[in-house]
DNA sequence: CGAGTTCCTGCAATCGATTTCAGTATCGAA
DNA sequence: TTCGATACTGAAATCGATTGCAGGAACTCG
């Protein structure tokens, strides 16, 4: 049913070479029989075979991008941002789900490989360093992570100044026992958040105590549960203050705090990594660092597709770092500790 | 450098044709070369190119989707049960962003066309109607909305049903001045799920009021809006009891409620549809009628594999309407009506 | 007018896997 | 021993678009 090229040459009484070439590279083609093969082309409503054309020219105008979880709003927020710039440019994107599952995100890759991708956008998962090798020669960009391969080019935020910027919001209004819930230390993300958070802590003068800190395994109920434990203290030892490391967290780390009965700010402030629509609407509305998650995604993607059309070699091309900042904003979780 | 056939083939002394064999229909081949052929497929740990597999065989196993707004947590998570169901059958999706915008639609269609997908999962936008014609003759089943194609295949909610529980719901709670906030007329679950509201009201014996219903357009702002027109009266007219027909809606109407400093349930009942993690998060807790996202999409790609692998023509094949019944969820938005 | 360009077009090879068809080897039965 | 059936294997065509190369036409310049 799929009219071919062979069928437009023939209605425009040229050879299939001649009518490939005038759709394709116009100005090599006299400019009679041009306007005859795209009449005919727009007659037939010919749409080329991209598997045709991707087979001899070994490679579609096709990106593949493996992200770690579709449900989180920031990561959903990459997702479009990838597939934006992609389509401005006139790429199709192949888009995986590898919820943070090494395993699933080996299989992400090697389905990938088949379809022959110019380049790919991945946020690496903890084992993507081993699974990256499965496509050694592909070009890649790092999205929002790093897999620690010293020759990736990587797009992410100043995690640790974002994070250094929150808890210095806290110890300047008087606390000193601020408690974090991080991610995990596979990830690079949570290891730089937590980066930040000592860096605060030295700088106010506050000494970093291990108890105050927990892994929460980026997913609300990790969240939930290090909070649980964090804050299921006497009043006295509790930490007055509490600084989450992504959004899945707080939110758990927010269940806890109405399991015990602690109102915010009054008993507790809290800062979360990321914002979303909740963290606005919630009463009180959560103080949090901000991410450009959707600028990231565009970024990571144009930057992609520059390297792939400039031709410039994978390896060749320096790998290049790029940090964009994040933004503090404060709202209503955050307040000076309850007096003791 | 891509491995090919043909080096497994020189690998394992056969034919290409032979390694082929081997590998894609084993029972043709001597037990002792098959042996041979895996052996060095792993060896070289070949992949087929789907490209040209799927050129020869006329498609690859690749699937369309297109969803409305992956920003929206309900449509991520029919992207996710669309993604699931066709990784566990080997199957790999494009997908599509239309951003209910009908022309961003088409784009995605033509796209898709040309990479000759085996069938399309698709959340029609206003517009699918017209657009769909464009793959008139691709398998293709319709999620969560309907686009009033004759013989189409939907799997959608019982949206009059669920909508008539939760009004149900707001009439037995003694509400009489009950507003609803739908979508727009354009898009079908927005009118079913006025229609569940119109039947509630009739079975409780309270008139159908036009002024009580408000599109909000499917997003925030508009739910805004509609939400501050409803609700800016004086008490002895506002509705007691306001139904939103989605979840960006609702949001919309709640920052409306904080913008008049009416409080819930005390002042005004609230159900929303679809769930979601703020959704039980908020104080109070949202009341909602909740969706079966992932299942639906699940079913529809399953529904749309079944139909693929049976050979069942599309033509000749009946077409099937599948509902799956939502789920009231009664949490802390709803009360009586304030005393007058 | 002839040689050298330039411009345009078509032939045929190519990408990698599948599949038809024909050919060889093996085995059983007569 | 020979014939026919069966089981495997390989050569070659095929899918649809692209592209290196060669050839013909037209045009320029001496």
Chains 1, 2 share one sequence.
Request: net charge positive; proline share 5%.
């Amino acid at each position: 049913m799929m009219t071919s090229l062979k069928d437009v040459a023939k209605l425009a009484r040229v050879s299939p070479a001649t009518a490939s070439r005038a759709l394709s590279k116009p100005e090599t083609v006299a400019f009679i029989t041009r306007e005859r093969v795209t009449n005919a082309a727009k007659q037939l409503s010919y749409q080329p075979n991209v598997l045709a054309r991707g087979l001899r020219q070994r490679g579609s105008r096709t990106l593949g991008a493996i992200i770690s979880d579709i449900l989180n709003p920031g990561q959903a927020t990459l997702a479009k941002g990838i597939q934006d710039a992609a389509a401005k440019r006139d790429y199709t994107v192949f888009m995986f789900n590898t919820d943070e599952d090494t395993e699933k995100e080996r299989r992400a890759l090697e389905s990938l490989r088949g379809h022959l991708p110019q380049g790919l956008i991945i946020v690496p998962s903890p084992g993507a360093r081993e699974n990256l090798k499965l496509v050694s020669n592909l070009p890649t960009v790092e999205l929002d992570r790093s897999s620690g391969l010293r020759d990736a080019h990587t797009i992410m935020v100043d995690n640790v100044g974002g994070a250094r910027e929150a808890v210095q919001h806290l110890t300047a209004l008087g606390h000193k026992r601020i408690g974090m819930i991080f991610g995990s230390m596979d990830v690079s993300t949570a290891v730089e958040r937590l980066q930040g958070y000592r860096e605060a802590l030295e700088g106010a003068g506050i000494a970093y105590r291990e108890d105050l800190v927990l892994s929460g395994n980026h997913r609300e109920e990790g969240g939930r549960v290090a909070a649980h434990t964090l804050l299921n203290r006497p009043a006295h030892q509790r930490p007055t203050a509490l600084f989450v490391g992504n959004n899945e967290m707080t939110i758990g780390a927010l269940l806890a705090m109405r399991e015990l009965e602690l109102r915010i700010p009054s008993d507790l402030s809290i800062v979360g990594f990321d914002d979303s629509r909740w963290a606005k609407l919630m009463q009180p509305a959560i103080t949090v660092v901000a991410q450009p998650a959707y600028e990231l995604a565009y970024l990571a993607c144009e930057t992609l597709l520059n390297r792939l059309e400039n031709g410039v070699s994978h390896q060749t091309m320096r790998p290049a770092s790029i940090r964009l900042s994040t933004t503090f904003i404060k709202r209503d979780s955050t307040a000076p500790p309850p007096p003791t």
